[in-house]
């Protein structure tokens, strides 16, 4: 398991991204698989920068905990910031046209739809979000 204290801000997303792809790099992952890791987890980060410690600044840490015998990876994000969970909001009618849509919530919706299984808590002051990838 390796983790990554940074401080939870737009222009870090690189950072944590490459972070993520280093510990995933030694298993065998396909670039669809890639992919869905990278796009779950740019969604969640840019939401915890956007959101959880509006209009402050704080830090998050991004865990990342790689099975080989399963295979699969697990992702796990951490703040203090405003209690919130993403996978209590009703996930968006997607069979409307996108100008009847209401804003917000693909981006969650398409998390949920691309990883084996996602978790949230809020347990002592910090909201805690798991995403795992079967490999």
Do not use: W
Not at 3 to 10: G, H, R
Not at 68 to 95: C, M, N, R, S
């Amino acid at each position: 398991m390796k983790e990554l204290d940074i401080t939870a801000v737009k222009d870090n997303l690189d950072t944590v991204m490459s972070f993520v792809d280093e510990q995933i790099e030694d298993i065998d992952c396909s670039p669809k698989t890639q992919m869905q890791i990278d796009l779950a987890v740019e969604e969640i980060f840019i939401n915890i920068a956007s959101y959880a410690y509006n209009p402050e600044t704080g830090n998050t840490t991004v865990r990342v905990e790689v099975d080989k015998e399963i295979p699969a990876v697990k992702i796990t994000f951490i703040d203090h910031g405003v209690p919130y969970d993403p996978l209590a909001k009703a996930d968006p009618d997607i069979t409307l046209a996108a100008e009847d849509r209401r804003i917000g919530g693909l981006g969650i919706f398409l998390v949920k739809k691309n990883m084996d299984d996602i978790k949230y808590e809020y347990v002592n002051g910090s909201n805690i979000l798991t995403i795992v990838k079967d490999l």
